[in-house]
């Protein structure tokens, strides 16, 4: 391979690399060489919007802004009339830039400001591969203190789910879920310490996933095929959780923000939603938490 090309293909490695490190003017660096020896290409359009994510992790509001617009502005005009999802690189580009855009306006205090911006984003791109990181970021301004959306339960496993109205009364811990999650098998020990602790004290626990369209090592999968290996994953790594009901929805994790998983959402028993992360938590963490439900 020409060495260009090689160049051509690691400028995102390079710079999460250098993020990693908290080298920040490493991955600048990395991507003015490779935009000025290969112009404004979706690839640098992803690693400006890792560089927005660096600037943000770090808390300097002022750049994680210039390279969010920078990384936006960028993929929005290499999308032109292609659709978003016809390119590897532009969601990772956008939704990373759209979301650094909203976290930048609540931090500075204009969190309604930030609401409206991504219900606007969610308008426009709401059926592609960000709608859930549209959503997430959302509903970490937005959720908290609202009525839960209802859960889509045409299709399943296990016990068929109940609605959330017919579980007015109980608290409900909903766990979203993927069979290739390894952070989401760690909790399930968790989940289930939870579960037998609280659970004669009114909660209840329901636990979203949906289809990916792959199986075991990333192979295609059928929606049958897939749903089997679900159960596969489920009997393996959750049985302690058998009885458990399982809706597999799509719609669940769009409706949720769920494009991290795991996602867990708290209900109260009125079924508003009184707590939402995205990602793992502590068994110390969720029972904190749930224990604020319990005695609401």
Request: aromatic fraction near 8%.
């Amino acid at each position: 391979m020409l060495p260009g090309l090689l160049f051509f293909f690691s400028v995102v490695n390079d710079v999460r690399a250098s993020i990693e490190r908290h080298d920040l003017a490493s991955a600048q660096a990395a991507a003015r060489a490779y935009q000025a020896q290969s112009g404004a290409t979706p690839e640098l359009a992803a690693a400006l919007s890792w560089i927005a994510r660096g600037e943000w992790d770090l808390r300097q509001l002022p750049q994680a802004e210039q390279y969010a617009t920078r990384a936006r502005k960028m993929a929005t005009e290499l999308l032109g009339m292609r659709r978003l999802d016809s390119d590897a690189w532009l969601p990772t580009a956008l939704g990373a830039a759209i979301e650094v855009h909203a976290q930048v306006l609540a931090a500075e205090g204009q969190r309604p400001e930030a609401v409206a911006f991504l219900r606007q984003q969610l308008g426009l791109y709401g059926n592609t591969s960000i709608g859930e990181r549209i959503r997430k970021n959302l509903n970490l301004l937005d959720l908290e203190g609202k009525p839960a959306p209802a859960l889509d339960a045409t299709d399943w496993l296990g016990a068929r789910p109940p609605t959330l109205a017919s579980l007015r009364g109980h608290a409900v811990l909903l766990f979203f879920w993927a069979h290739w999650c390894v952070d989401c098998k760690g909790e399930a020990p968790i989940l289930a310490s939870l579960l037998a602790n609280f659970g004669p004290k009114g909660l209840v626990l329901v636990a979203p996933t949906k289809l990916y369209g792959y199986a075991a090592g990333g192979d295609p999968a059928t929606p049958a095929a897939e749903k089997q290996y679900i159960q596969k994953v489920r009997e393996q790594y959750y049985p302690m959780l058998a009885g458990v009901p399982i809706p597999i929805s799509a719609a669940n994790f769009l409706n949720y923000g769920a494009s991290t998983t795991p996602t867990v959402v708290l209900l109260d028993r009125t079924g508003v939603v009184r707590f939402y992360h995205p990602g793992a938590l502590s068994a110390a963490e969720l029972s904190s938490q749930i224990q604020k439900l319990l005695v609401r």
